[in-house]
């Protein structure tokens, strides 16, 4: 049995994973110069999202949840 988190069960969540995996394989077809520029920067960005949620869903004040969203936002 898999265990789930309250924040998978979030659109916005859901929606953010949908970006990285359509993402990734993009950054896959990058040149390989640029394998620790541009798309180590894009990896890392476009995965600090749903990472951002996430952490803002375990968070017990509103106050901290919303500081998380708007990280993720931006």
């Known amino acids: 049995m898999e265990e ?4 998978e ?3 916005a969540w859901q929606r953010a994973m949908e970006l990285v995996k359509s ?3 993009l950054i896959a ?3 390989s110069f640029e ?4 798309s180590s920067q ?3 960005a476009v995965i600090s ?4 949620i996430a952490e803002g869903s375990g968070r017990m004040s509103y106050k901290e949840k ?4 708007e990280i993720a936002f931006g």
């Not at 394998?35 to 541009?38: C, P, S, T």
């Open 66 to 69: 919303i500081h998380f969203l």
């Open 42 to 44: 894009l990896r890392r």
């Open 9 to 11: 069960g979030l659109v």
């Open 23 to 25: 993402v990734y394989p």
């Open 35 to 38: 394998q620790y520029g541009l």
């Open 49 to 52: 999202i749903p990472s951002n």
């Open 29 to 31: 077809k990058f040149p």
């Open 4 to 7: 789930t988190y309250q924040f």
